[in-house]
């Protein structure tokens, strides 16, 4: 029989309510909810919202309410039908058959949710009692207090086949049992017997977004398998929509403006005892992309929490396999990698609340994990090997099926493998002191480049050149001393961009070994020497902001500048002294071993960096 209630439900889980109505008016984020002048009646003021983590708008104007089946109905004139058509088809969604029975299969579905709290009510009563004595010191011996246990409704499943026979006295058929995965059918030598499904294990009931039990977990007590247990797929569960904890993370998810996704239960249960109380769970299967669309409803950037083992990277890898394909402008994953191989549990008992406070600050987006699935430990010792690297990496970002989101990240990998495994890779030589054969890129040694000592003027920074470089050194403070030796080999175009590099030095030196010394703390030092409107027209350091690359990249944007200006020059020193020989009936032994020290300088860098050959 067609479910429409369910129907409408995967409508609501796969059609943003943001995109239905910003398609009618034009919507503008304030906090959590979006605001527009209301499309049903007239007026100046916006007094209508839409809130896209419960589904739903509301005019505080003309009390117009409803969700995105109404909104199609009411806003373009559509019967029921067709609105539903017009949003399956928007999901990609086959419309299902109606018939008169839906209405009768509707209100069967609420005795559904009934019967499940009647379930979640029994498996609380059990744990209180002396048979579930050892799952309630099981709980205690995790940390869970009463307190805990009262809010994620913690219980017990006995040994018996308590439920089934509690339930049968209350007039729940064993078919209901069945459907809803409370109880399991078993065939032997011909004869059937109804068996609780869960026996013997502390049990998680799993609650929908609007806070109706739709499912079980549950852990076994003794040394049996499953460890873990989930409830089948039944009629108003569904696994690959569904995170537990939703309905008590995403108020707080709100307030946190994030909601961390972890690997099990047990990890979000913990992490609310810690105090963050915005983590979900899938529920025995990989991240799926209806999760991840159901995590981008609180925020745009859910952080995903794995643990520090293999496990826990290949699930982080699954998530990126899953997230590419529905990147979207502004949506995307973070991830956080506990260290020692230690789950949430874990890593909150040994460090607790700041430590794991801190590493939300320290994330992976998903585009460098992306990066490292594929570069990391890949063979890129042959030109055919980085083509391959390269290859997957594209294949991969080709997944990506918004266009412009697809073309940045085709734009930042392409930078990346130019880094990595192309020409740029050469520009490391410079500092880090290797020598290049010449032979694709491979490193001879750790010998110094050569280096031929000229005695002439210094050079002069092009004033856009140096603000970029200043801009770089800024957002990274940690790079300023790396290069003071070889900023010294340049002369400033005036007087105050001289002023602001002594500053950052000074300020730098002064904060020597203090580990909360940052960008931020360096611009206000800067201000307070009087420095604020040269910082204004740092314009890059604007850009660097709002893009965050990585140290690396300007490091090496740094390196090849500076290199470009040297080599400029230097050309132009040989064009001069060749004019001078090729004009003089005779030319000294100085000009010649000059016109020989240039070149070979200038070579120098350029076997240094191929990419300004």
């Known amino acids: 029989m067609a479910d429409l209630q369910s129907f409408i439900e995967e409508l609501r889980t796969k059609v943003s309510i943001v995109d239905v109505v910003g398609a009618k008016v034009n919507l503008v984020r304030k906090g959590r909810e979006y605001q527009a002048c209301c499309p049903f009646h007239n007026e100046k003021t916006p007094s209508f919202t839409v ?34 058509r017009k949003l399956a088809d928007k999901a990609g969604l086959e419309m299902p058959k109606l018939s008169h029975e839906d209405h009768a299969h509707s209100e069967e579905r609420k005795t559904q949710y009934e019967i499940m709290e009647m ?9 209180r009692l002396p048979e579930g004595r050892h799952g309630l010191e099981y709980f205690y011996a995790r940390g869970f207090g009463d307190e805990i246990i009262s809010k994620f409704r913690l219980g017990y499943a006995p040994a018996n086949n308590g439920l089934k026979s509690w339930l049968a006295s209350k007039g729940v058929s064993e078919h209901d049992m069945i459907e809803l995965g409370l109880a399991a059918m ?6 059937s017997r109804v068996f609780d499904f869960f026996r013997d294990r502390v049990i998680i009931p799993i609650f929908d977004k609007s806070n109706r039990p739709i499912a079980f977990g549950g852990r076994v007590m003794n040394d049996g ?32 403006k994030n909601i961390i996704v972890c690997e099990g239960y047990m990890d979000v249960i913990a992490l609310s005892k810690f105090g963050f109380e915005y983590a979900v769970a899938p529920l025995g299967t990989a991240l799926t992309e209806e999760q991840i669309t159901e995590a981008w409803k609180v925020c745009e950037e859910p952080t995903l929490c794995f643990d520090g083992d293999g496990a826990g990277i290949k699930a982080a890898i699954r998530s990126v396999d899953r997230a590419l394909p529905i990147l979207k402008p502004g949506y995307s994953l973070k991830y956080i990698f506990l260290p020692d191989k230690q789950d949430p549990d874990e890593f909150l008992k040994a460090k607790g609340h700041d430590a794991f406070a801190e590493y939300l600050t320290k ?21 055919e090997q980085k083509a391959l690297v390269e290859k997957n990496i594209m294949d991969e970002v080709a997944k990506i099926t918004h266009e412009q989101v697809r073309s940045y990240y085709q734009q930042t990998m392409k930078q990346r493998i130019y880094y ?29 480049p050569v280096k031929v000592q000229v005695t002439r003027p210094k050079t002069t920074l092009d004033e856009l050149v140096l603000k970029f470089v200043f801009s770089a050194l800024i957002f990274y403070p940690e790079l300023i001393l790396q290069f003071e030796e070889k900023m010294s080999l340049f002369s400033f175009p005036n007087a105050e961009l001289q002023k602001l590099f002594d500053a950052m030095l000074e300020i730098v030196n002064a904060h020597d070994g ?18 604020k409107k040269l910082l204004n027209s740092l314009w890059e350091l604007k850009m660097f902001r709002l893009q965050k690359p990585f140290e690396s990249n300007l490091r090496r944007d740094i390196e090849t500048k500076l290199a470009e200006v040297q ?22 032994e100085e000009d010649y071993s000059l016109y020989q020290s240039l070149k070979n300088e200038r070579q120098a860098l350029i076997d240094s960096n191929s990419s300004l050959d």
């Open 363 to 383: 994330t992976t987006p998903l585009v460098d994990l992306l990066w490292k699935k594929n570069f990391d430990n890949a063979p890129v010792a042959t030109p």
């Open 119 to 127: 379930a979640v009510s029994y498996f609380e009563r059990c744990l």
């Open 420 to 448: 990595e495994l192309g020409k740029g890779a050469w520009l490391a030589s410079i500092s880090q002191g290797n020598k290049w054969n010449g032979q694709g890129g491979q490193k001879t040694g750790r010998q110094m």
């Open 225 to 256: 398998q499953p460890k873990y247990l989930n409830s089948p797929e039944t009629p108003i569960f569904n696994k690959r929509h569904t995170l537990y904890n939703l309905n008590n993370a995403r108020e707080k998810g709100y307030e946190a």
């Open 51 to 84: 809130n896209e983590a419960k589904g739903f708008y509301h005019c505080f104007g003309c009390g117009a309410h409803g969700d995105i089946v109404k909104f199609e109905m009411e806003a373009n004139g559509l019967p029921f039908l067709d609105a539903l």
């Open 567 to 588: 080599i400029r020059q230097l050309e132009k020193e040989i064009k001069d002294i060749l004019n001078k020989m090729e004009n003089s009936s005779s030319f000294s």
């Open 514 to 531: 203090d580990e909360a010394f940052n960008s931020n703390v360096l611009c206000a030092e800067l201000e307070e020497k009087g420095l």
């Open 186 to 191: 078993s065939s032997r030598e011909g004869t």
